[in-house]
């Protein structure tokens, strides 16, 4: 497996991955699927890492992105794991990653937010530190892990 920074040339297959995931979450609710239609890596990610198969046909397995929200936090984004893949470190290894990186740039927090539904993503992120700050269960679920 390789884990490197997001190229353009990614957009089609991420978009793919991302639509699948999305789509089985939320058995295909257009309202939660809506800004798939629109993905755009920003200046605002100051980092997106991506995941994928190594070999002659390079499959993209997963993604995770930081976001700058101030100079002391910063937002996880983007956390997929193509559910073929699941289960391997790869999410582990990722935001070990992103953690080191953050630290490195001075950044104090790391914010994640997710949907009730999305139990692996809550359960890994509780393993890692993540605190549960603010919590409506019908929206999302919102955490923090000190650096």
Partial sequence: ??????????KKQVIKMVSEILG?????????MEYIKEFNVTKDYIVYLIAETEGEERNITATQA??????ETVRLKRMYVHPGYRGRGIAQKMLDLLVKFAKKKGYKKMLFSLYPVMKNARRFNKK???LEIDRNPKEQIHL????
């Fill in 144 to 147: 923090i892990k000190c650096l």
């Fill in 128 to 130: 890692n530190g993540f």
């Fill in 24 to 32: 089985n979450i939320f058995n295909g609710d257009p309202t939660k």
């Fill in 1 to 10: 497996m390789i884990i490197r920074e997001y190229k353009t040339s990614d």
């Fill in 66 to 71: 930081l976001k700058k929200i101030d100079n």
